[in-house]
């Protein structure tokens, strides 16, 4: 099967109009992002295969592209069964949609050092999530599922991978100081028109 990455190309064009005309106004963003982000997850034929693979290793963080502004990124998260991340902030906001399987999302609040478990939810295909400091930032994401891969598509207002954000100690609340860059080195080539019907 051929990936429409035509899609894909049409989709990074709509959130660059977006953070270009609104970028400074996160609900705007966020409201007009998450109805772009449902129509790209709600077609599952423009993802390249390489950016869907699983690792026993932990989930894998794949950059589908960076805005050269770093105003915005996309990424594809694949999780094997049963693989979480810690306890974590993100410092800017955030559209996640799951484009297969399901993600289970436990969030947290943080006063002084203390975290308090303040709520759980389950993301199923075609339905989007939102994160960002004003929101809510702080949580867990685990793949919903012990026998399959599930993967999501991230949007984040900015260069995630190089973001310094912060992991949480479970049991102290005391945040680490990280920065998670990507598991992958070359990026979908949505430039390329040579092979497309005219």
């Not at 100081?177 to 080195?185: K, L, Q």
């Amino acid at each position: 099967m051929q990936t429409n990455l035509p899609r894909f190309r049409r989709y990074i064009q709509d959130m660059t109009q977006l953070v270009s005309q609104h970028g400074d106004d996160e609900p705007t963003v966020l409201a007009r992002g998450e109805v772009l982000l449902k129509a790209l997850i709600d077609h599952d034929d423009w993802l390249p295969v390489a950016f869907t693979v699983p690792s026993t290793e932990g989930y894998r963080q794949y950059l589908l592209y960076c805005d050269p502004l770093e105003r915005f990124s996309v990424v594809s998260f694949v999780w094997g069964p049963g693989q979480n991340t810690p306890i974590h902030d993100h410092q800017v906001w955030g559209l996640i949609g799951v484009l297969r399987g399901a993600e289970q999302c436990d969030e947290y609040t943080q006063s002084n050092s203390t975290l308090t478990a303040c709520g759980s939810h389950r993301i199923n295909p075609g339905e989007i999530d939102k994160v960002s400091p004003t929101l809510g930032d702080i949580h867990v994401v685990s793949n919903a599922y012990t026998d399959r891969a599930s993967i999501s598509i991230h949007v984040y207002g900015g260069n995630i991978g190089a973001v310094r954000r912060h992991v949480f100690d479970p049991v102290t609340g005391a945040p680490r100081t990280f920065i998670s860059g990507y598991h992958n080195s070359v990026m979908p080539n949505v430039w390329d028109r040579s092979k497309e019907t005219p």
